[in-house]
């Protein structure tokens, strides 16, 4: 069974960095596309990060710069690494992947940015 635990995030200051981990169960984070996505207040939930199987990185313009998706193989870990915050980064993250069509999420984790 797939399943996504985050953990990290909290509060966070303008400027400042956090970073989200993503421990995956019953998957390789390796070999599966990858994706951080976040809800902020009053808005739909978006893609913030993605990283293929091979390491292919995108990212939102928003995040460009100042984010970093990474993954560890030995460990089956995902981590956004969130630098320069800044306020309108304030909302809810989340973990994702799918397979066979399925979509799996993290419990989601709050992040709140203070200016």
């Known amino acids: 069974q797939v399943q996504l635990v985050q953990s990290g995030g909290g509060l966070g200051q303008a400027g400042g960095w956090l970073r989200l981990a993503c421990a995956a169960r019953g998957l390789d984070v390796g070999a599966n596309a990858m994706a951080w996505y976040r809800q902020l207040p009053q808005s739909h939930r978006e893609l913030v990060a993605s990283i293929t199987g091979v390491a292919t990185t995108t990212y939102a313009d928003s995040v460009k710069g100042r984010f970093i998706i990474t993954r560890d193989n030995n460990k089956n870990v995902l981590y956004l690494q969130m630098n320069n915050l800044k306020s309108e980064d304030s909302g809810f993250y989340y973990c994702?992947?799918?397979?066979?069509?399925?979509?799996?999420w993290g419990q989601g984790t709050q992040v709140t940015v203070s200016s």
């Open positions: 994702n992947t799918e397979i066979q069509g399925t979509p799996y």
